[in-house]
């Protein structure tokens, strides 16, 4: 067996929206041309190491978003990387299936796709490796196959690769797809597997007999739950032994930060409690948002536009997440006996009867109310 | 609650200060900036705290409290002491600042009861809202009276508007109305469906445009996919072709290399045959100049000269028989000479005419003849009937029908009249009853009153007695006197109105007589006429008088009838006479004779020798006809003949030749010998056509090249299906039994080339198409994120406008219901402090829900507007309303110290002594607390024994 370098990513999400997230479009096309530099990053780091393998564990692109200029652009990053041997396992997000351009696109002959739900296995002689994996052909697969993964020779070293949820371990908000537990993998004679869905990076903890599994996490961050830098795993095996070392690449990060407002009494001690955490939690790359909280003076406006431009060039983006609620003492104002302790007693009884949206609609109908009999501007939020 | 004494141990300007308060009245003097205000947020300050109220959470410092940090001494705060309406004693005792809040509220025994308070969520004791009721924004609302805030009261319109929002918000500033118009103006700047111009509708646009182009896109996309399909389909539809093409040309080769072997075999024998003809042509020895062509023209020329001799004898024949027929009909035709001149003018046609006319008119005179004579008839039995008749119906114009209808409407139109006058006769009898009647009544009235006149009199005289005055019978005599005469006046006059009535009534009756006798006078004079002439009845006369009428008319016209039928006889007569004349003259021109007995019969000759003579002479004019006709044939033909015979001697003598049996014969030997050329001919470009420019040689040297090119190149192999049989693969063309051409081959080759072509062509489209599938479209990603922000905007849009619209709602719902609530409250809270204020000038106060105020006064009962009241009154009113108020939003067991901040700033002396009474009404009730400047003020204040605080001198 000769040494080989191998490079493990998944996840890359090229040409997602981020209409979650809440981004505009622009800082939208800003994000997915930095996915597309990551990713390019990523196969020019394999092919300046002279990488053997490339193995991509699944939602490569979004199909149902996914442009011919992307398609074109994977083709020509493929094809750079040759003699090195792509494999590529379809998750939930690509899958191979009628007009995915994985079925509809002809790829260079580096590429192999596992085109099918079942594992089947390359062999790269030279190398002496066998790549096993299977790849989606639905959005949604719920089948455990790595039941039916069999006992794998022992004359290759064995890579498994596929896109599935670890069913020990499951990140909140996380769809179950190719569900499996890491019993399913041992003893079947893998030396490593290469995994993809989660988008933290993790090594799966293996109590039976040690096979690493690991997921490499999203490449660069897409959504607010994916703070912070993010990579790819870059393995290496010499006389059978294999080392893995994560490496970062992601462009513009994202950050959540709090502030409490609480103690403040005007728009300047905002934007200083935010600039105070620059240092540490954001640069002018970052995409910020900052979530507001605690009772806010009724006095304090906070007008996003303002504080967006007093805070130009100090991240690449913020976000408002205004999560304040005004200050006023609304039991308090109910006992006045007045028109306005009358409306605030009104629409208390109001509030304590309802729930969800009419809630909301009505704590927003108290707080303009009482903006206006107080005689203060009614500031909608 | 009255406060009794404070210790300002540090706050602002003052220090260490003690003071002492009492019920009523408490005047507070300085100078300005002599610390008034200060004490005034002291007592505020200690009453409710340091800590903002509206903020619940926060434990933030009102903005005093900076502003009152002591300006000597590190202590910040004091005490002070109050008693409650139910006579305790508390002491409360505060430290300021932003690290000291501390408070201490005592009993007159010392006992700290701090905790028996309730302590608002920012850690604010609420003394001050226990004990008055009050938060604190509303005191500082209610519980002080600002400076100045009294008189500028100048209109209606402030004076309502104040007790509304006082009534409403506690604070006179603040209007409900203007709040509640910040509401509608902020749902406004929202928008709404109607408004394009505003947030609400522009969001709610953007959405729509986004869902569309977001739609729009997935279309694409799904379109996008059927491309894809499509390219690649055509992509190996194209390979596929590729294949088939290279199969085909190989067989293409195979079919050349035998058609070129099939060649080479034909042009030997062509080249073969040639030469057997050559040989067979020089055998023949044909005259090669001999005019072979002229045959056909010699053998039409015979056939023609034969064709006309036999003609030309059969026109010499006919025309000899033509002139034998024309002598014949020349002489029978000159027998009825006479007729030519006639049948030749119109005149033969006249002569019918004129005939048929004369016919016609005799048998029109006839019958106007047989006409006259039943008419004449008639006539005479008319006369004769009209003779028998009566006088009065003989008499011509005489219209009987009219008189009698005349009569009855005369008749009918009088006896109308007389029932007319018949109703006004009955009127004047009942008139001229009533005045007999009242002439009777008055009569018998005046009779009485003179008797009573009579009466004492007669009593006095007849019985002596003296029970009246002579006077009394005097007077009482002279009235009956006078009224008896009055009566007999009126009684005469009621007779002469009966009189004329009967007068009238006689008048009336003559009239009807009159009328009568005018209405019935056409009437008698029929009766009459009908009696002399012996009829029994009128209907019986006036039937006669009809038809007497009718027969009349009859006799009239037969008259006029049979004069127009003489008329018509004589006229017919005449044109007979004419036509005869004119027919006689026509049959003597052709020696007939004319009588009227047979002339029927002599124009019947007339017209049957006409139409003979016009049958001989059409019968010679055809024969003169046919006679020219075939002397010209003749002429002709003779010539025709002429000419062909020098005709064919011509030719006969160019070809050297003696007749044309013997011309034939070198014909035909002429003509196989041009045969076997032509043949030779066509054989040879047989095998120029086959040979196609080459020579035989050079066509053997292209087969032998093509054999090696074909073991060079062997047949491209099948994709799928290897096993194809080896005649297929060679042919290329499966299933044929034999094998294919070269020209199917080439045909199949070129279609294949075509649709390959087309396939192509298509695939690059597709390819195209595919690349630019998505051109000048944005990205599905940028659409869902800007949609995602639209619709979260929307969504915030939509939220605010609901929220706003409740609040609204909300608001005024309250206003209305408060206002209906509050105005009788505050109606009755005025209304017991004013009458008392006005000196009981005023009966009553009305305060209605739109909190206009009106007064009422005791003396005249008249509703006034508070805006039409004097100075003085308006400020009983503005305090009397203010108290008011104070009393509704306080605790109603505790009131309230107010506190007046210079409240008659303005006011002049005697303004102002009647403002401190009316303080000093108030007080009462409650304990005041008045902070001046004024000199005067304090000398009003010092007479009126209040207490004096001078905040700058310590006690």
Same mark, same amino acid.
């Given at each position: 067996m000769q040494p080989f370098q191998f490079i493990h990513t998944s996840d890359v999400h090229l040409d997602a929206s981020f209409s979650g997230s809440g981004f505009p479009s622009s800082l939208g096309d800003r994000k997915r041309e930095a996915i597309r530099g990551t990713f390019r990053r990523i196969m020019d780091d394999g092919r300046r190491e002279g990488v053997g393998l490339v193995l991509i564990a699944g939602d490569l692109f979004e199909a149902e978003r996914v442009t011919p200029d992307t398609v074109e652009f994977l083709r020509r990053q493929f094809k750079g990387l040759h003699p090195a041997r792509v494999f590529i396992a379809p998750g939930n997000h690509d899958p191979y299936m009628p007009g995915s351009p994985y079925r509809e696109e002809s790829w260079p002959d580096n590429?192999?796709?596992?085109?099918?739900?079942?594992?089947?296995?390359?062999?790269?002689?030279?190398?002496?490796?066998?790549?096993?994996?299977?790849?989606?052909?639905?959005?949604?697969?719920e089948d455990r196959f790595f039941r039916k993964l069999p006992v794998l020779p022992g004359d290759y070293f064995n890579i498994v690769l596929s896109h599935g949820s670890n069913l020990g371990r499951i990140p909140s908000g996380k769809s179950k797809h190719g569900p499996f537990t890491v019993d399913e993998i041992a003893g079947k004679n893998v030396q490593y597997c290469a995994l993809g869905h989660y988008h933290q990076q993790q090594l799966l903890p293996n109590p039976h007999d040690g096979t690493p599994a690991w997921y490499p996490g999203i490449p660069e961050g897409r959504g607010w739950d994916e703070t912070g830098p993010c990579g790819y795993l870059s393995g290496k095996v010499v006389g059978g032994n294999l080392s893995v070392e994560n490496r970062i690449c992601s462009q513009y990060p994202l950050n959540v930060i709090t502030v409490d407002c609480g103690t403040f009494s005007t728009r300047e001690q905002v934007l200083d409690a935010v600039v105070s955490r620059r240092e540490e939690h954001f640069d002018s790359n970052t995409i910020l948002r900052v979530q507001l909280v605690g009772a806010l003076d009724p006095r304090v406006h906070l007008s996003a536009p303002e504080l967006d431009e007093r805070l130009s060039g100090q991240a690449l983006y913020i976000q408002w997440d205004d999560r304040t609620h005004p200050a006023w003492d609304f039991g308090s104002l109910a006992g006045e006996r007045t028109l306005r302790g009358k409306f605030v007693q009104s629409m208390n009884e109001r509030i304590g009867r309802a729930a969800g949206e009419e809630k909301i609609r009505l704590e927003r109908a108290r707080l303009y109310g009482v903006q206006a009999l107080s005689g203060h501007e009614v500031r909608l939020r | 609650m009255i406060f009794l004494d404070c210790h300002i141990r540090g706050f602002g300007k003052l220090r260490d200060c003690k003071l002492r308060f009492e019920p009523g009245i408490n005047l507070v003097f300085a100078a300005n900036e002599g610390g008034?205000?200060?004490?005034?947020?002291?007592?505020?300050?200690?009453?409710?705290?340091?800590?903002?109220?509206?903020?619940?959470?926060?434990?933030?410092?009102?903005?005093?409290?900076?502003?009152?940090?002591?300006?000597?001494?590190?202590?910040?705060?004091?005490?002070?002491?109050?008693?409650?309406?139910?006579?305790?004693?508390?002491?409360?005792?505060?430290?300021?600042?932003?690290?000291?809040?501390?408070?201490?509220?005592?009993?007159?025994?010392?006992?700290?009861?701090?905790?028996?308070?309730?302590?608002?969520?920012?850690?604010?004791?609420?003394?001050?809202?226990?004990?008055?009721?009050?938060?604190?924004?509303?005191?500082?609302s209610v519980g002080i009276v600002r400076e100045n805030r009294a008189s500028d009261i100048h209109s209606r319109e402030t004076i309502r508007d104040r007790i509304a929002n006082l009534a409403h918000s506690g604070d006179e500033e603040l209007s409900i109305r203007k709040r509640i118009a910040r509401l509608e103006e902020a749902l406004d700047s929202v928008g709404s469906d109607r408004a394009p111009t505003k947030p609400y509708k522009q969001a709610k646009d953007l959405v729509r445009d986004l869902q569309s182009e977001q739609k729009e896109l997935l279309e694409r996309r799904a379109r996008f996919e059927e491309w894809l399909q499509e390219r690649n389909r055509l992509a190996a539809e194209a390979g596929r072709m590729n294949r088939e093409l290279s199969r085909t040309r190989h067989a293409l080769l195979g079919a050349r290399r035998r058609d070129v072997e099939s060649r080479?075999?034909?042009?030997?024998?062509?080249?073969? $045959?040639?030469?057997?003809?050559? #040989?067979?042509?020089?055998?023949?020895? &044909?005259? +090669? /100049?001999?005019?072979?062509?002229? =045959? %056909?023209?010699?053998?039409?020329?015979?056939?023609?000269?034969?064709?006309?001799?036999?003609?030309?004898? $059969?026109?010499?024949?006919?025309? #000899?028989?033509?002139?034998?027929?024309? &002598?014949? +009909? /020349?002489?029978?035709?000159?027998? =009825? %000479?006479?007729?030519?001149?006639?049948?030749?003018?119109?005149?033969?046609?006249?002569?019918?005419?004129?005939f048929v006319g004369y016919l016609g008119l005799s048998l029109q005179t006839e019958g106007l003849k047989k006409t006259s004579d039943r008419l004449l008839g008639e006539a005479r039995d008319l006369e004769k009937r009209l003779n028998r008749l009566c006088p009065a119906l003989g008499e011509p114009g005489a219209d009987w029908q009219n008189f009698a209808r005349e009569a009855a409407e005369e008749e009918q139109a009088a006896s109308r009249e007389c029932a007319l006058l018949a109703e006004d006769a009955?009127?004047?009898?009942?008139?001229?009853?009533?005045?007999?009647?009242?002439?009777?009544?008055?009569?018998?009235?005046?009779?009485?009153?003179?008797?009573?006149?009579?009466?004492?009199?007669?009593?006095?005289?007849?019985?002596?007695?003296?029970?009246?005055?002579?006077?009394?019978?005097?007077?009482?005599?002279?009235?009956?006197?006078?009224?008896?005469?009055?009566?007999?006046?009126?009684?005469?006059?009621?007779?002469?109105?009966?009189?004329?009535?009967?007068?009238?009534?006689?008048?009336?009756?003559?009239?009807?007589?009159?009328?009568?006798?005018?209405?019935?006078?056409?009437?008698?004079?029929?009766?009459?006429?009908?009696?002399?002439?012996?009829?029994?009845?009128?209907?019986?006369?006036?039937?006669?008088?009809?038809?007497?009428?009718?027969?009349?008319?009859?006799?009239?016209?037969?008259?006029?009838?049979?004069?127009?039928?003489?008329?018509?006889?004589?006229?017919?007569?005449?044109?007979?006479?004419?036509?005869?004349r004119q027919l006689k003259g026509s049959l003597e021109k052709v020696g007939l004779p004319c009588s009227p007995g047979n002339l029927k019969f002599q124009i019947d000759v007339l017209r049957s020798k006409l139409r003979k003579f016009r049958e001989l002479d059409a019968g010679y004019g055809r024969c003169k006809h046919r006679v020219d006709s075939l002397k010209a044939e003749e002429a002709a033909l003779d010539m025709e003949f002429g000419r062909k015979l020098d005709r064919v001697r011509s030719l006969l003598e160019q070809a050297e030749v003696g007749s044309p049996e013997e011309f034939r014969e070198q014909c035909l030997k002429s003509r196989k010998s041009v045969e076997l050329a032509q043949k030779m001919e066509s054989r040879c470009r047989e095998f120029k056509r086959l040979a196609q420019g080459r020579t035989l040689r050079q066509w053997k040297e292209a087969l032998e090249a093509m054999q090696s090119q074909r073991q060079d190149h062997p047949a491209p192999e099948t994709e799928a299906d290897e096993g194809e049989p080896e005649a297929e693969a060679e042919s290329g063309m499966p299933y044929l039994p034999y094998p294919p051409?070269?020209?199917?081959?080439?045909?199949?080759?070129?279609?294949?080339?075509?649709?390959?072509?087309?396939?192509?062509?298509?695939?690059?489209?597709?390819?195209?198409?595919?690349?630019?599938?998505?051109?000048?479209?944005?990205?599905?990603?940028?659409?869902?994120?800007?949609?995602?922000?639209?619709?979260?905007?929307?969504?915030?849009?939509?939220?605010?406008?609901?929220?706003?619209?409740?609040?609204?709602?909300?608001?005024?719902?309250?206003?209305?219901?408060?206002?209906?609530?509050?105005?009788?409250?505050?109606?009755?809270?005025?209304?017991?402090?004013?009458?008392?204020?006005?000196?009981?000038?005023?009966?009553?106060?009305?305060?209605?829900?739109?909190?206009?105020?009106?007064?009422?006064?005791?003396?005249?009962?008249?509703?006034?507007?508070?805006?039409?009241?004097?100075?003085?009154?308006q400020d009983q009113?503005?305090?009397?309303?203010?108290?008011?108020?104070?009393?509704?939003?306080?605790?109603?067991?505790?009131?309230?110290?107010?506190?007046?901040?210079?409240?008659?700033?303005?006011?002049?002396?005697?303004?102002?002594?009647?403002?401190?009474?009316?303080?000093?009404?108030?007080?009462?009730?409650?304990?005041?607390?008045?902070?001046?400047?004024?000199?005067?003020?304090?000398?009003?204040?010092?007479?009126?024994?209040?207490?004096?605080?001078?905040?700058?001198?310590?006690?």
């Open positions: 590429v192999h796709i596992f085109k099918a739900e079942e594992f089947q296995s390359i062999e790269i002689r030279e190398l002496g490796v066998r790549v096993t994996g299977f790849g989606f052909e639905r959005p949604h697969l | 008034k205000s200060t004490l005034q947020q002291f007592l505020v300050g200690l009453l409710y705290g340091q800590l903002r109220s509206d903020l619940k959470v926060q434990r933030r410092m009102d903005p005093w409290v900076e502003k009152y940090q002591p300006w000597y001494g590190q202590e910040y705060g004091g005490m002070l002491r109050c008693r409650l309406a139910d006579g305790r004693e508390l002491e409360i005792r505060r430290s300021f600042g932003q690290d000291e809040n501390r408070i201490e509220i005592r009993t007159s025994t010392g006992e700290d009861i701090t905790r028996q308070y309730e302590i608002g969520r920012n850690g604010e004791v609420l003394f001050g809202r226990f004990h008055l009721g009050l938060p604190k924004e509303l005191y500082e080479i075999e034909s042009l030997e024998d062509i080249d073969r $045959e040639i030469c057997t003809l050559r #040989e067979t042509v020089e055998s023949l020895g &044909a005259r +090669a /100049e001999f005019p072979a062509d002229d =045959l %056909e023209e010699l053998n039409q020329l015979v056939g023609a000269r034969d064709s006309i001799a036999r003609r030309l004898e $059969e026109v010499r024949n006919e025309k #000899e028989e033509a002139l034998l027929r024309l &002598a014949l +009909a /020349e002489s029978e035709r000159r027998e =009825l %000479e006479a007729y030519a001149p006639l049948s030749e003018s119109e005149e033969a046609e006249k002569i019918t005419e004129w009955a009127r004047e009898g009942s008139k001229m009853a009533a005045a007999l009647r009242t002439a009777f009544n008055r009569r018998f009235a005046a009779v009485i009153a003179l008797l009573a006149a009579a009466g004492p009199f007669l009593w006095r005289h007849l019985a002596g007695s003296e029970a009246w005055s002579v006077w009394f019978d005097s007077v009482f005599g002279a009235l009956c006197l006078s009224f008896s005469t009055g009566m007999w006046f009126a009684a005469a006059k009621a007779a002469g109105m009966g009189r004329d009535a009967r007068r009238k009534i006689r008048e009336l009756e003559l009239e009807q007589e009159r009328i009568r006798e005018e209405g019935g006078r056409k009437r008698r004079k029929l009766d009459e006429t009908v009696e002399n002439s012996g009829y029994r009845g009128l209907n019986d006369f006036l039937a006669d008088a009809k038809k007497s009428e009718q027969d009349r008319r009859k006799l009239e016209d037969a008259r006029s009838r049979l004069q127009e039928t003489r008329l018509g006889i004589e006229e017919r007569r005449k044109q007979s006479e004419e036509t005869y051409a070269v020209a199917e081959l080439e045909e199949k080759e070129r279609v294949l080339a075509s649709r390959l072509s087309d396939v192509r062509q298509e695939h690059a489209r597709s390819v195209e198409r595919v690349n630019g599938a998505f051109q000048n479209c944005r990205l599905l990603s940028e659409i869902e994120e800007d949609l995602a922000l639209a619709e979260t905007k929307f969504g915030e849009l939509e939220r605010n406008r609901a929220a706003l619209g409740t609040a609204l709602e909300t608001i005024e719902k309250l206003y209305r219901q408060q206002q209906e609530v509050l105005a009788p409250q505050l109606n009755a809270a005025v209304e017991q402090r004013f009458l008392r204020l006005s000196g009981r000038r005023y009966g009553e106060v009305k305060i209605d829900p739109d909190f206009q105020v009106w007064v009422r006064e005791s003396e005249t009962g008249e509703l006034r507007s508070a805006d039409r009241l004097s100075r003085g009154t009113l503005y305090f009397s309303i203010r108290f008011g108020i104070l009393d509704l939003v306080s605790d109603e067991a505790e009131s309230c110290p107010c506190l007046l901040d210079e409240p008659f700033a303005a006011y002049d002396r005697p303004r102002l002594l009647e403002a401190y009474n009316i303080l000093s009404g108030e007080s009462g009730r409650r304990q005041l607390l008045l902070f001046t400047c004024r000199e005067d003020l304090l000398d009003l204040a010092g007479r009126n024994n209040a207490r004096i605080i001078r905040p700058d001198s310590k006690e």
